[in-house]
């Protein structure tokens, strides 16, 4: 083939030219309009010529009966209006046969005339009829019942369309950039992800300034992130910076019970990004679509594998689209695909964690702004006593407090509501239920055990926050942690005093009552859960740093069909054994310190006893100085309306829920 052949073949093709109206339709409209005139006009029976008749002569005939009363003769005034001239058509009798035919009269009624005429009762007075009267008569029902067909047939077509006969279109919804508009000024607490996706607003505002240096910007940017970190909000300050068109849309949204469905869903969602470029598209929850492909026991599902394969190619195959961006957010970037997260499609992974002090804060002033605030609400204190929440549970942190406030009358709110809003939203609200006098020594002894472990080996890092027998949540009594600081790592040391200090509780109902209850099944699985992580995860053991945990069920994640075990039934049972040791020691150390401070553990079983709740200075002050000395505010429950709950009347067949600690963060 040579060079010119080449260089033809490598010709564009020609674009094809716009639909034109082409002759044949205007016959075909042309041909319909002159059958439905025909079908209009044509009355069967008017083929034969009207005989002419002379107003005299209908008159003489309707006296003498030859003109037929059914249907009646018509008599109409002639077009100028006047009442004297009138046109009649109508059917007489012509011969003696029998035989009715039309016939038609014009000329001047006579005053005369006219009486006889109505005196025979054989015609009837109708206004002059025009061409455009009568096409109009005639048309409009015509109309009426074509417009009545399309209201009641078309539009139900439509409607039916979003459903069942528009599968193949995408769900994806525009934000309205007026009213959803979201700035960076909106996202606090996770400022390392706002300058990642800094660099895709410069890119929409300005793409010569990337390009012209050789740069591309990444096509996809998956943010990766516990739930409530601001993932979707951040996705949204994107948008509202770039000030482009914003498309969101759910991964479940795509997969349907329709194989190719889904694969039909993205070409058009891509199909509108085009039209709408530069924009942006989120998706939301991608792992809903985005999973392993592969067997498993949840089975290789022919429809998603289509639609992630239609997405795949869509972000970055033959026909790659410019100035469409893809956003897309997941808790679970382990169950991705591969192919989703290579270059060229998901170019960068951004991590929105958890925020630290500094973030918390900012997330407070951000959300604070919508609450009336009082003056003595602190909100680096508020900050500093809710390690590990999330931007979505601080929000809700401030809600719940407003909520209060307003429950309790107030105008503004204030740091108490704020406080009980925090220990309802970490610990749970509290539950008025009636203990008789062996239920409530029960508790208030397992709970001064772990308040009196926690208080004597407590680091500074972890203090006691308050102890209460009023039920919480599930519990029939709480004792609170908050830490002073975010946890990043877990000491071995201070692994071994939260084990000792969740047996506490147990400890002390033995020493004290001589018998143990199923109060502390929450403490034992918290205990077991963490000495198993030192053990196989931590390597804290005998045992040597080696994970010996490495057996995640990857059954349903479609990786695997069977779950490998990667120890020996000899190491099995010498995990085992270190767990038990970790836990046993610990044990005989949190029973050693109890009996050591038996004074003290009595004196904080009377106080809650006599008060429900005490805070972490009480217990500080009893272990000091052997009494409380601080004075000691009576938990009252919210009024509303300006009345307080009643109590509920005891109820002895309730078996009593577990007791333990709502501690801080899950360490494990």
């Known amino acids: 083939m040579s060079d010119s052949d080449n260089k033809k073949s490598r010709r564009p093709l020609k674009s094809l030219p716009p639909d034109r109206f082409q002759p044949k339709m205007l016959i075909f409209w042309l041909a319909l309009v002159a059958a439905v005139l025909a079908l209009l006009y044509y009355t069967p029976g008017m083929s034969t010529q009207p005989e002419s008749l002379t107003i005299q002569d209908v008159v003489e005939r309707a006296e003498s009966k030859n003109i037929q009363a059914n249907p009646p003769a018509i008599l109409r005034p002639d077009l100028s209006g006047g009442r ?13 046969s029998g035989t009715f035919k039309p016939f038609r009269a014009a000329g001047r009624v006579t005053d005369e005339n006219m009486m006889r005429l ?40 439509r409607q039916a369309g979003r459903g069942a ?9 525009l934000l309205t950039r007026d009213r959803d508009k979201i700035t960076f000024a909106d996202v606090a607490g996770c400022d390392e992800a706002k300058e990642e996706v800094s660099e895709v607003v410069e890119f929409l505002k300005d793409p010569k300034k990337f390009t012209r240096m050789g740069g591309r910007i990444p096509k996809g940017i998956l943010m990766v992130g516990p739930p409530g970190t601001g993932k979707t909000l951040l996705a949204k300050a994107v948008a509202g910076e770039a000030d482009v068109p914003f498309f969101s849309i ?4 795509f997969v349907e019970m329709f194989v190719g469905v889904g694969a039909s869903r993205v070409r058009d969602m891509f199909e509108q990004g085009r039209k709408s470029a530069p924009c942006l598209i989120f998706i939301d929850e991608i792992d809903a679509v985005g999973r392993q492909r592969g067997a498993g026991l949840g089975g290789g599902n022919d429809e998603r594998e289509q639609t992630l394969n239609s997405l795949l190619v869509e972000m970055d195959g033959f026909d790659t689209t410019e100035g469409v961006i893809i956003i897309a957010a997941t808790n679970r970037p382990d169950v991705l695909d591969s192919a989703l997260l290579r270059p060229g499609r998901f170019d960068r992974q951004i991590y929105v964690d958890l925020p630290d002090l500094v973030g918390r804060e900012q997330i407070l002033r951000v959300h604070a702004r919508k609450v009336s605030l009082a003056e003595n609400v602190d909100l680096q204190v508020i900050a500093r006593g809710t390690p590990g929440l999330s931007g979505a549970e601080l929000a809700n942190l401030l809600n719940e407090a407003a909520l209060l406030a307003a429950r309790r009358g107030k105008k503004k709110v204030e740091m108490i509501d704020v406080d009980d809003a925090r220990e309802k939203v970490q610990f749970g609200r509290e539950r008025r239920r009636v203990m008789d006098d062996e239920e409530k020594k029960l508790t208030a002894y397992h709970e001064a055990g772990h308040a009196l472990v926690q208080a004597v080996l407590d680091d500074g890092h972890l203090p006691v926050h308050k102890v209460t027998i009023i ?4 519990s029939l009594g709480s004792t609170m942690f908050i830490p ?34 199923s109060g502390a099944a929450g403490d034992i699985k918290q205990v077991t859960k963490i000495a198993r992580a030192m053990v196989c ?40 054994e270190q767990i038990f040791h970790i836990i046993d020691e610990q044990y005989k150390r949190a029973t050693k310190i109890i009996t050591e401070h038996r004074p003290a553990l009595d004196k904080m079983a009377e106080a809650l006893l006599e008060h429900e709740t005490i805070d972490g200075k009480h217990v500080l002050e009893i272990l000091q100085f052997g009494e409380i000395r601080s004075p000691i505010v009576p938990s009252v429950p919210p009024k509303v309306d300006g009345q307080t709950p009643p109590k509920k009347a005891a ?14 963060p899950n360490p494990a």
């Open 250 to 253: 759910s991964g479940s949204d």
């Open 118 to 157: 109505q005196k025979s009762k054989l015609f009837i007075e109708q206004p002059t009829q025009t061409l455009l009267t009568t096409i109009a008569a005639q048309v409009i029902p015509f109309v009426i019942i074509i417009g009545l067909l399309y209201f009641l047939f078309v539009r139900q077509l």
């Open 471 to 474: 039920p919480r949540g599930r």
């Open 651 to 664: 109820d002895k067949s309730a078996a009593p829920e577990p007791m333990g600690p709502a501690a801080a």
């Open 84 to 96: 004297d001239w009138h046109s009649i058509t109508g059917n007489s009798r012509k011969d003696e």
């Open 537 to 576: 995860d931590w390597g804290m053991s005998p045992l040597g740093p080696v994970a010996y945990g490495d057996h995640h069920d990857t059954v349903f994640l479609g990786r695997e069909i069977t779950r490998n075990e990667n120890i020996s039934e000899e190491t099995a049972k010498k995990i085992d």
């Open 484 to 517: 002073k600081k975010d946890i990043l790592t877990q000491a071995k040391k201070r692994m071994e005093n939260q084990i000792a200090m969740g047996l506490g509780g147990r400890i002390a109902e033995e020493l004290v009552l001589d018998d143990i209850s």
């Open 165 to 173: 006969l528009s599968f193949g279109k995408s769900r994806a919804k």
